[in-house]
């Protein structure tokens, strides 16, 4: 069974660029998150959804971050503009229903906004 | 509102003794509870998680932590470390009031583990 995959896995762009992150789920999971550590700090919640429905956006730091999941499967995480704090690791990971399920994490998008 | 603190950010010990990674959480209902490693380059792997039932939960890699309610803990532990276990490790609660389903997991801001041969 694959994992969750993450693509790109690092991403180098310029402040005021556009990067967009994607996040393939495990099959079958309905709960896809997403997360940010930012300087070796703790892992930021972002957002949560359940199929293609935000459950939980509570994390999203601003309105240049934008997360979709068209069709409950795959997601993308849209950073437009990109500013120099945006950096750091992006990681997404999926869950099935149940609360007391696990997540499983993908490798990460390490992003650097210079 | 949940939270984890992870007190330490770094733990040193020798291999072959045992190790503990300290963790305390804050949630309003009963806790989920899980522990998470990160090595270099990697995503982060499931050790370990509790529910309910024994306070004592057995994980990967021999990894094991104790739950404890009146003090709102979850410690790792390893009874003898060993240099391959040398990596970044996050304490994780879920809280279990909120939403009816799979809601968000909260982690602390991780431990790194160092040990030396």
């Known amino acids: 069974e694959a994992g969750v995959t993450q693509f790109p896995s690092h991403s180098v762009i310029e402040k005021g660029q556009t990067v967009t992150l994607r996040c393939d789920p495990i099959?079958?999971?309905?709960?896809l998150y997403w997360y940010r550590r930012v300087m070796g700090k703790e892992i930021k919640f972002l957002l949560h959804f359940v199929k293609e429905s935000k459950q939980d956006e509570s994390g999203m730091p601003n309105n240049r971050f934008l997360a979709e999941r068209t069709g409950g499967t795959y997601s993308t995480l849209k950073v437009q503009p990109a500013e120099l704090e945006d950096s750091g690791v992006y990681f997404c990971?999926?869950?099935?229903?149940?609360?007391?399920?696990?997540?499983?994490f993908g490798q990460g998008t390490r992003l650097t906004v210079v | 509102a949940q939270s984890v603190a992870q007190p330490e950010d770094q733990v040193n010990v020798a291999e072959g003794n045992p190790l503990t990674v300290k963790c305390t959480y804050s949630v309003s209902g009963n806790p989920y509870l899980f522990w998470y490693v990160q090595y270099p380059n990697r995503g982060l792997q499931f050790l370990l998680k509790?529910?309910?039932?024994?306070?004592l939960v057995k994980g990967s890699y021999g990894f094991e932590a104790e739950f404890n309610k009146s003090q709102t803990s979850f410690h790792l532990k390893k009874p003898s470390a060993l240099v391959s276990d040398s990596a970044l490790y996050f304490c994780?609660?879920?809280?279990?009031?909120?939403?009816?389903?799979?809601?968000?997991?909260?982690f602390g801001s991780g431990t790194r583990l160092s040990i030396r041969p």
């Open positions: 099959s079958g999971h309905d709960n």
């Open positions: 509790y529910i309910t039932g024994d306070n």
């Open positions: 990971a999926s869950s099935q229903e149940l609360k007391s399920t696990e997540a499983f």
């Open positions: 994780a609660v879920r809280d279990s009031l909120r939403y009816s389903s799979a809601s968000k997991i909260i």
